[in-house]
C-alpha cells in the first residue's frame, strides 16, 4: 500500500521527536522477526511473509484475539523476549520515536513454563540494549491480566516490584471488561500505588464507557500520570506545558465512542490550549 501522504509531510513526521505511549510489546515485532520464530517448528500454512500476512488478517475482535494467541505462542523461551524488546525499541528508535512505555503481559507465556521475574529481566536487558545503542527512552508497563482474577494478579504485582525503578514504571490492566471488571482489582491496584507505581487500565473497549467510568471510581489516581515524569521529560518543550504536568481532565481525553479508549493513554499532556478543567 503506498502512503497518500505527501513524500516531504511523511518524512517530516518520521524525523519529528516522538513519545509512543500506548504500545503492546508483543504486537510490535515485524513480520520478519515474527517469521524466524514461526519457521523454528514450520507450519506448512505460514512460510513467507505473504502467507503470515494472510494467517494474520482478521475481521472480528474474535478472529484479532485469536490471530494474537497463536502469534505468542512462538515465543517460547526468555531469549526472544530480549530480542523481542531490542528489536522493537530499535524500529521505533528508527521512527523518531524518543520515548515508548510499552505493555507487556509475562502471564501469557506461562504456558511455555516462562516465569515473570525472567521474562521481565529478559525485556529489560534488550530494551536497555536498544537504548544505549540508540537512544530511545523507555518505561515498561506490566499487564497483570485481568482474565487470571485478582489473585494472580496480586502474586503478578509482588513479582515485579523488585523492579520499579529498574525499568519497570507501571502495571495496567488488560483482558476481558465485562467478566472481570476493574472495581475487582481495586485492592490490586492500591497495594500498587503504595509501592509507588503508576496504574493504568484498559477501560471502555469491551464494556463500553461505563466501563472506565467504573475504573476511575475505584482508582483515581491510575489516570493521573500515565505519561510519566520521564516521558514527560523527553517530550519537546512546546507539548509538556508551562509546568510539565498531566492534564486529569476528562474533556481533555478521547471520546470513549467507536474503538473506546484505552487507558494506556487516558491523559494528555497540559498545553496552552487545553480545555477548560485542566489541572
Ligand atoms: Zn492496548
Known amino acids: 500500500m503506498t502512503s497518500p501522504l505527501d513524500p516531504a509531510l511523511a518524512r517530516a513526521l518520521r524525523e519529528a521527536p516522538k513519545v509512543e505511549l500506548h504500545l503492546h510489546l508483543d504486537g510490535a515485532m515485524s513480520l520478519p522477526w515474527l517469521l524466524e520464530r514461526i519457521r523454528r517448528r514450520p ?3 505460514v512460510r513467507t511473509l505473504a502467507g503470515l500476512r494472510s494467517r494474520l488478517r482478521y475481521r472480528s475482535f474474535a478472529e484479532f484475539i485469536e490471530r494474537w494467541v497463536w502469534k505468542c505462542g512462538f515465543l517460547d523461551r526468555y531469549a526472544d523476549f530480549e530480542s523481542l524488546a531490542e528489536s522493537v525499541l530499535g524500529d521505533l528508535a528508527g521512527q523518531g520515536v524518543v520515548h515508548v512505555e510499552p505493555s507487556f503481559s509475562p502471564g501469557d507465556y506461562e504456558r511455555h513454563g516462562l516465569e515473570t521475574p525472567g521474562l521481565v529481566e529478559a525485556v529489560l536487558r534488550g530494551a536497555n540494549r536498544a537504548s544505549r545503542e540508540t537512544g530511545i527512552g523507555f518505561g515498561l508497563v506490566i499487564d497483570l491480566i485481568r482474565d487470571h482474577g485478582p489473585a494472580v494478579a496480586a502474586r503478578r504485582l509482588a513479582a515485579v516490584s523488585p523492579y520499579r525503578g529498574e525499568g519497570v514504571v507501571a502495571v495496567g490492566l488488560g483482558g476481558s471488561e465485562p467478566a472481570y471488571p476493574a472495581p475487582l482489582f481495586a485492592e490490586v491496584f492500591a497495594e500498587a500505588a503504595r509501592l509507588g507505581f503508576h496504574r493504568t487500565a484498559h477501560a ?3 464494556a463500553g464507557p461505563g466501563s472506565g467510568r467504573s475504573g476511575r471510581r475505584w482508582t483515581p489516581s491510575a489516570w493521573s500520570g500515565s505519561a510519566t515524569a520521564s516521558a514527560r521529560s523527553r517530550m519537546p518543550p512546546s507539548s509538556r506545558g508551562s509546568r510539565g504536568r498531566a492534564c486529569r ?3 481533555a481525553r478521547p471520546p470513549t ?3 473506546g479508549w484505552c487507558g494506556a493513554t487516558p491523559d494528555t499532556p497540559c498545553r496552552d490550549s487545553s ?5
Do not use: K, Q, T, V
Request: neutral net charge.
Open 204 to 206: 471502555g473497549e469491551a
Open 249 to 251: 481532565s476528562r474533556s
Open 43 to 45: 507450519d506448512p500454512a
Open 275 to 279: 480545555p477548560p478543567g485542566c489541572a
Open 257 to 259: 465512542s467507536g474503538r
